[in-house]
């Protein structure tokens, strides 16, 4: 370990270490750390992703794929089933990853770009001078140590401090975050061909179950629910209920419990000498709570204004800007439109939600995009779903017939 | 401070750090560790999901 570097990274998950592979690929000198001592590991993730979209940013690798998909299946509370492609499905569909071993991937390839990389080495605080973040304290076994940067990229995760240090509130409300339960499942009778989404009030308050195949009769059963659910009744209990009533048979071979954010965009993810990537800057799904994609996309973009900032020897939050406006034009819009989704969705009774269900069967979806099953929703349940027509405007095949709708 | 982690319940996951309102909790490795601004504020102990965290007022 140096005492500087150009940038300073923490946290070596999927934004992390594409944000440290970019910097260095840039030419920055770079160091990656990460608090825990085997990257990757313990895994917080039901580990789905959309095939065509990592591959923009990683080359596959049977090593990390613990089984491909064609698109998912969606159960409402009356058990109707709606099939979707995996185009359909979103970034969360396509790959059922292994993220131990994907996580530590990513953090090589971070590595063999050059940037330098420290486990166990925890960051404690920020250094503030005069109004700029100029690096990290750390600690490592048991050391305290200063490390000094141009940049500092939080990449800490859900329970990120890092923006906190700098002055930016990224303290979730209960209803802003989906805490999680899941069991890896073994000798359980699955369809190995689709990611399964079970919706209901009961099984599942403001929340889903997850049913993601892993090869060989193994699958990830996972519950998400909002946290102003959670309390009376936890993710884990209604967890052990789902799987008492449909895999009673099946052995549980690994726990995971999470949170994920589900907050929509946050209003600010620079400062002087700082900008937050993926969980940290609260960068995942509102609906889905999927965040691998996100956070290497956002990542990629975040080292390259890193390197064209300190090429330009300017890196306060006005020059930083650029990493904002950029992640707010593609990531944010599609995050604000899920959050428009989520606010409608979560409040739907079964009964509704079997309406919804009901009103798609016999509706080809086969080449549809996800607005355009929105907007096939919409146009059959305008009623109960009247304020997701926001989410039209702007997009041009539909943009006529909203006005009209909206005009009417 | 009056939060307890039961840390045979505890999966170190950090939800709780991220609803935590004054930054009381941090998830060290495998455990986490509760400092002195907390204000019992009971949030951390309604968005865990297995249960390992208690709030007595
Ligand atoms: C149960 C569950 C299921 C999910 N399922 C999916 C899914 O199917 N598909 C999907 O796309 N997303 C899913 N997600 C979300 C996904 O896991 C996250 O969005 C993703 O991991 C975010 O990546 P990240 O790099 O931002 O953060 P993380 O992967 O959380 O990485 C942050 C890293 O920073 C480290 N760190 C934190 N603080 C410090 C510090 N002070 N010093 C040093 N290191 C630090 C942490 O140890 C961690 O390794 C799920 C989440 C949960 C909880
Ligand atoms: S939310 Fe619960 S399981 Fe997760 S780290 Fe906090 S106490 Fe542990
Ligand atoms: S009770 Fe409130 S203040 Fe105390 S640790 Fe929990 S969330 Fe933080």
Same mark, same amino acid.
């Given at each position: 370990m140096?005492d500087? @570097?150009?940038?300073?990274?923490?946290?070596?998950?999927?934004?992390?270490?594409?944000?440290?592979?970019?910097?260095?690929?840039?030419?920055?000198?770079?160091?990656?750390?990460?608090?825990?001592?085997?990257?990757?590991?313990?895994?917080?993730?039901?580990?789905?992703?959309?095939?065509?979209?990592?591959?923009? @940013?990683?080359?596959?690798?049977?090593?990390?794929?613990? *089984?491909?998909?064609?698109?998912?299946?969606?159960?409402?509370?009356?058990?109707?089933?709606?099939?979707?492609?995996?185009?359909?499905?979103?970034?969360?569909?396509?790959?059922?990853?292994?993220?131990?071993?994907?996580?530590?991937?990513?953090? %090589?390839? =971070?590595?063999?770009?050059? *940037?330098?990389?420290?486990?166990?080495t925890?960051?404690?605080?920020?250094?503030?001078?005069?109004?700029?973040?100029?690096?990290?304290k750390a600690e490592h076994?048991?050391k305290k140590y200063d490390i000094?940067?141009?940049?500092?990229?939080?990449?800490?995760?859900?329970?990120?401090?890092?923006?906190?240090?700098?002055?930016?509130?990224?303290?979730?409300?209960?209803?802003?975050?989906?805490?999680?339960?899941?069991?890896?499942?073994? &000798?359980?009778?699955?369809?190995?061909?689709?990611?399964?989404?079970?919706?209901?009030?009961?099984?599942?308050?403001?929340?889903?179950?997850?049913?993601?195949?892993?090869?060989? #009769?193994? *699958?990830?059963?996972?519950?998400?629910?909002?946290?102003? =659910?959670?309390?009376?009744?936890?993710?884990?209990?209604?967890?052990?209920?789902?799987?008492?009533?449909?895999?009673?048979?099946?052995?549980?071979?690994?726990?995971?419990?999470?949170?994920?954010?589900?907050?929509?965009?946050?209003? %600010?993810?620079? =400062?002087?000498?700082?900008?937050?990537?993926?969980?940290? *800057?609260?960068?995942?799904?509102?609906?889905?709570?999927?965040?691998?994609?996100?956070?290497?996309?956002?990542?990629?973009?975040?080292?390259?204004?890193?390197?064209?900032?300190?090429?330009?020897? &300017?890196?306060?939050?006005?020059?930083?800007?650029?990493?904002?406006?950029?992640?707010?034009?593609?990531?944010?819009?599609?995050?604000?439109?899920?959050?428009?989704?989520?606010?409608?969705?979560?409040?739907?009774?079964?009964?509704?939600? #079997?309406?919804?269900?009901?009103?798609?069967?016999?509706?080809?979806?086969?080449?549809?995009?996800?607005?355009?099953?929105?907007?096939?929703?919409?146009? =059959?349940?305008?009623?109960?779903?009247?304020?997701?027509?926001?989410?039209?405007?702007?997009?041009?095949?539909?943009?006529?017939?909203?006005?009209?709708?909206?005009?009417? | 401070?009056?939060?307890?982690?039961?840390?045979? $319940?505890?999966?170190? +996951?950090?939800? +709780?750090?991220?609803? +935590?309102?004054?930054?009381?909790?941090?998830?060290?490795?495998?455990?986490?560790?509760?400092?002195?601004?907390?204000?019992?504020?009971?949030?951390?102990? $309604?968005? +865990?999901?297995?249960?390992?965290?208690?709030?007595? $007022?």
């Open positions: 140096k500087r @570097y150009d940038v300073i990274v923490v946290g070596a998950g999927p934004g992390g270490s594409m944000t440290a592979k970019t910097a260095a690929l840039e030419g920055l000198d770079v160091l990656l750390i990460e608090k825990r001592q085997q990257i990757g590991d313990p895994v917080r993730c039901a580990e789905g992703v959309n095939k065509e979209y990592l591959k923009e @940013y990683i080359e596959p690798d049977p090593a990390w794929i613990s *089984a491909e998909v064609k698109g998912s299946k969606i159960y409402s509370p009356d058990g109707t089933m709606i099939e979707m492609s995996e185009e359909l499905s979103g970034a969360e569909v396509g790959y059922v990853l292994e993220r131990k071993v994907f996580d530590r991937a990513l953090a %090589r390839e =971070a590595a063999l770009a050059g *940037a330098e990389v420290m486990v166990k925890r960051a404690t605080g920020l250094l503030i001078e005069d109004g700029f973040v100029k690096g990290i076994m048991g000094r940067a141009k940049i500092v990229v939080g990449a800490d995760g859900v329970e990120s401090k890092v923006g906190r240090w700098a002055g930016i509130d990224t303290t979730l409300k209960p209803s802003d975050m989906c805490t999680c339960a899941q069991y890896l499942m073994t &000798d359980i009778d699955i369809d190995p061909d689709f990611c399964e989404f079970f919706l209901g009030n009961e099984i599942a308050p403001i929340g889903y179950i997850w049913v993601f195949p892993k090869g060989n #009769n193994m *699958a990830n059963v996972g519950i998400g629910i909002t946290g102003n =659910a959670s309390g009376k009744v936890r993710a884990i209990e209604l967890l052990d209920d789902f799987v008492q009533e449909h895999y009673p048979g099946g052995k549980a071979i690994e726990l995971v419990v999470g949170g994920v954010p589900v907050c929509g965009t946050i209003e %600010r993810t620079v =400062a002087n000498g700082l900008m937050l990537v993926g969980d940290a *800057a609260r960068q995942s799904d509102p609906v889905t709570g999927g965040g691998i994609f996100n956070s290497m996309w956002a990542g990629d973009m975040a080292g390259k204004v890193a390197a064209s900032a300190i090429r330009r020897s &300017d890196v306060s939050a006005e020059s930083l800007e650029e990493y904002e406006k950029k992640w707010r034009a593609e990531l944010g819009r599609d995050i604000n439109m899920s959050l428009v989704v989520k606010q409608r969705f979560t409040r739907l009774s079964d009964h509704e939600l #079997n309406t919804l269900a009901h009103s798609l069967e016999g509706i080809d979806l086969g080449s549809a995009t996800l607005i355009g099953l929105l907007w096939a929703l919409f146009k =059959a349940n305008k009623k109960l779903l009247w304020d997701l027509r926001s989410i039209f405007k702007g997009i041009k095949d539909i943009e006529m017939e909203v006005s009209a709708e909206v005009g009417s | 401070m009056t939060v307890s982690v039961d840390r045979f $319940k505890c999966g170190y +996951c950090g939800a +709780c750090v991220s609803v +935590c309102p004054t930054g009381a909790l941090e998830l060290m490795e495998t455990w986490i560790e509760v400092d002195g601004s907390c204000n019992d504020c009971g949030i951390c102990a $309604k968005i +865990c999901p297995v249960g390992a965290l208690e709030v007595s $007022k």
